[in-house]
């Protein structure tokens, strides 16, 4: 059985003190514990996050990683240091890495080797352009870059993947993609997965749903069948509103 999952995306935002404060408030509030919850604050804030989760369920989560062990690169941050501050996930693939950061597909597949290297779990992010949809190109956009960054796998390596679809136009946007669409991308990333793995893969793997979930559109979104979670961003740096979309599974 699946897990499912709500994370939170901090992004660039919030300086020590704020998460710090973002954190009490989250382990003061109520929220289900049949839901895995996972925080991805910024790389500063690892270390304090660390600490502060102890004793609670929150997971750890990096935003990024770099794809080699060690060495001469300015600025970039270890799979290995990212082991030693307690994070246990790390997000690959995001629209905004593959964006602004020109992170290919290849890349990805060596930051998702390196990361599986070192016992960190990817979550792994896909989702199309508003020109891929418009034009009907969305699947097959979304299937490439699985393909391309996952489908080398073993069956077993495969089983310590998140998946996270993110329609880069419902990012940050306000416009959340319906949960029609939801599922149907979600269940087409399913059958993908069933086709390249195993039934038994595609039926272990969760997928979650990423773009503008709040607390009044997640119960929607969370009550389809293959939508399995959200990716969280501007919501997610809000206790209250973070809770709530934790708690909004029927
Ligand atoms: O990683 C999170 C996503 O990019 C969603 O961000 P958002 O909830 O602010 O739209």
Known sequence: MRKNIVAGNWKMNANANAASELIKNLKKS?????????IAPSYTNLAI?????????????SQNMHESDRGAFTGEVSAEMLKSVGVTYVILGHSERRAIYKE???LLKSKVD???????????????????RKDENHFKVVKNQLSESLFHLSSEQMKNIVLAYEPVWAIGTGETASPEQAQEM??????????QFSSEIA??????????VKPGNAKDIFANKDVDGGLIGGAALKAEDFTAIINSFE
């Open 30 to 38: 109520d929220f289900s514990e049949t839901t895995e919850v996972i």
């Open 49 to 61: 996050a660390n600490e502060l989760i102890t004793g609670s369920s929150i997971e750890l989560s």
């Open 203 to 212: 039926n272990g793997i969760s997928i979650l749903y990423g773009g503008s």
């Open 186 to 195: 979600h269940a087409y990333i399913r059958k993908l997965l069933s086709d």
């Open 104 to 106: 290919s597909s290849e």
């Open 114 to 132: 390196q990361a599986l290297k070192n016992d960190l779990k990817p979550i792994f992010c896909v989702g199309e352009e508003l020109k891929d």
